[in-house]
Structure formats: structure tokens, C-alpha cells
């Protein structure tokens, strides 16, 4: 109870506080299965940890570490972390972002010590360098849930805006012979995706929820459609698209570990940093970014200060569109040259999983969607290494990792309010 004076007499003021368990819950969770399968499944010898490749232009000697203590020190260092997010917890304070992104670092380098055994070598430059890859299309995927959810109009169709976006893209690429008339194509894919989208949900009212999962379906049917009958019997053709070459950049490209990772990629990439860095400035710095959160927070008022709310939630569900249309791009013109039914499988859904995960924020988004290709390559690398975990489990890993995220985390972060709500004027 807080008394506060007001005029003559006193006002009798409840201060309700609120314990957050979900943080302390899920590290525990994490705390108790790393132990079962340290205490299940012991380790001997040494883990090798490779810093650099041997093309590196900076040579790194490889790191070794007894494997069994290095594991149960970070196991109990991960002990002490959670019960610092229980205490935080019981004194009704929140739990620093700090905590987990130290947490899962550790909680990694415990389980690769692990998976390392025996003389196991982990590859640190190439394993990040695999996860960034991995990671392109759900970074446009989810700045393309960020824009969209903050102007108030869900985006359950980013997955077709990828899927239609890589078809595009490969189909004028390879007429063309030109990747970059098949990017410009990727984004009129995803623009028209998005279109659809918009008109149904802000035009006619439709449910955005019903209209995103039925353009997914839709965007599925008519690319498989397309590709038996069109680029399948035209493989050289219409399916065989040029790719963008990796450019290294003077200097960063040298730099030892995160050179090669971050400064040694195609221009789609190198675009991805500016596009984030362009997004989320603009959100809180611009007047464009200061409409779209109002269109998506509180629409009636923006409408009495002269914002025109559907036009701004329309072209900005475009605009996500064409940004989710280049992650589609990388696809057919980065990662493989030819277009295959259903080839995004279902990355659209992480993607939107990591918009929700990163509390609608650009940066937040980006670094979850980061966390999610990490694990989708880490199952590539548990399977090198040779570990005794079932291959089927491995295939679950980017899920159960995605689920996890979500379930303990974003319980505590709070959607747009006018998120799936349509504005009717007057």
C-alpha cells in the first residue's frame, strides 16, 4: 500500500507487483536435461575447438579443452545463473536480457564440449558461417512479421512470400541470365503475395489469420503447379538460375573468427545489414516509423491527428511484402540454383515465430531469427561429430528450440494492440 497525498485528504493508492517465473522455469528446464545427458552419456579426452579455417588469411591454433570438466564447470555456472533469474524472480524483478544470451552461450559451449568428445572437432568459423546462411530468410522473413504486425495487420503469409518470392526469382534469373532482374522479380513475388493480403484483411475485413494461411496454401499449390509444368520440362532454361558470388570485403573479410562469417558473403547478405540497420532506425527515428506504430497501437487516435490509417497499414504491408520476397530470393539465387516444390519448408513460420520471440522489435527479430538458423545448422553438425543423439531427434531440434524460445520467453512481451484488428472509420 502507497499513501499519496492529494488536495485535503489522502488517496489510498495498491501497488500490485508481479513475479516473473517463465525465465527461471525454462533455465531450469534446460539445467536439468543438460544434466541428465552429462550424467547419461559421460565424456573422456578432449574437445577441439577450430577457430580458423585453413584458408584464413590469420592462422588460429585450435583450441583444446578436456572435455568432462569443462562440462560440469559450465554446467554449474549454469546452475548459478538460474537461481540468479529465481532471485531476480522472488524480488519481483525482471531478468535482465544479459542473463539468457550469456546463458545460452554457455549452455552451447557446455553441450559442444559434449558432442566434441573423444578428439571431436568443431568447426567454430565454419559452424557460424553455416548458421548465417541458414539464418538470411529468417531475418527478411521476420523484419517482413516486424513491419506488417506494427502497422496492425498479421502476417501469417510470410511463408508464401518467401515460397512465390524464390519461384520469381529463379524463373526471370534464369531467362534473364541476370540474379539481379531475378531479385527485383522475388520482390514483385512477395509484393503480390502481400497484395492479396492486404486487400482481403483491410479492404473486406476478412480475417487476417484465415487469409495468411489460405494464401500459404494457395502460394504452395500454384508454385507446384508451375514447377511441373513449366520448369520441370524447361530445366536449363527456366530452372537454372545464375547465383550471386561471395565478395570479400578488404580487411573485415581478414579479421580472425567473424571475418569470413560476416565479410565473405553475396550481395543478398551484405543487403540484409542494411535493410535491418534501414528498418529498425526507421521504426523509432522517422515519421514513417513514428505512423506505423501508431496505426498499430491505437489507430482511432492516429485518425484524429490526419493519419490516414488503411492506406498506411496497405502500403506498408507492401513494403513488407517486397522485403520478405528478397528472402525468397536467397533461396534459388544463393543457396541453390534451381527452384524445388515446397523448397522453403515452412521457414515462413519460424520466421514469424522470431518476430513474436523478438517482441515486434527489428534488432530483437533479427538476433531470433539468428538463434533459429543456429539450430537448424547445429543438427548438420551434431551429425558430423557423430554424436549418439537419434538423427530424428536432430531433425526436431530447430522446432523444439523454436518452441522453447517462445513458450519461456515471450510470455512476458505484449503484442501491438490494434494487432489483427481492423479499422473501420467513424
Known sequence: MTAVAAGVGEIQLDVVRTRHFKVPITLTIVDVLLGFLFLVAPVTGDSVFRLADSGSAIALADVHVPSAPTMWISWVLLALLTVWAWLD??????????????????????????????????????????????????????????????????????????????FSAVLLA?????????????????????????????????????????????????TGFLYGALLAPNQQTMNSAPTFPKWKIPLLGDIPVIGPVFFHQP???????????????????TRWGLRLRSVGEHPQAADTVGIKVNPTRFWNVLLAGAIAGIGGAYFTLVSVPHFTKDMTAGLGFIALAAVIFGGWDPIKATLAALLFGFATNLQNLLTVLKTPIPSEFMLMLPYIVTILAVAGFAGQIRAPAADGKPYIKG
Do not use: C, H, K
Not at 552451447?108 to 548465417?132: C, E, I, K, Y
Not at 550481395?267 to 527515428?285: E, Q, S
Open 174 to 222: 534464369s531467362i534473364t541470365g541476370n540474379p539481379y532482374v531475378g531479385l527485383i522479380g522475388a520482390m514483385i513475388g512477395g509484393v503480390f503475395v502481400a497484395f492479396v493480403l492486404a486487400a482481403f484483411a483491410i479492404r473486406y475485413l476478412v480475417d487476417q489469420i484465415i487469409v495468411g494461411v489460405v494464401l500459404n496454401v494457395l502460394v504452395s499449390g500454384l
Open 89 to 166: 524472480a522472488a524480488a519481483y524483478r525482471r531478468t535482465q536480457l544479459w542473463l539468457p544470451i550469456v546463458y545460452a552461450v554457455l549452455a552451447m559451449f557446455a553441450f559442444l564440449t559434449w558432442a566434441a568428445q573423444d578428439g571431436g572437432v568443431v568447426p567454430v568459423a565454419g559452424t557460424l558461417a553455416g548458421a548465417l546462411s541458414l539464418s538470411v530468410p529468417l531475418v527478411y522473413g521476420a523484419l517482413a512479421g516486424v513491419i506488417g504486425e506494427r502497422g496492425g495487420v498479421v502476417n501469417i503469409a510470410i511463408e508464401g512470400q518467401l515460397l512465390l518470392g524464390a
Open 267 to 285: 550481395f543478398i547478405v551484405y543487403l540484409m545489414y542494411v535493410v535491418v540497420a534501414v528498418v529498425a532506425w526507421g521504426m523509432y527515428r
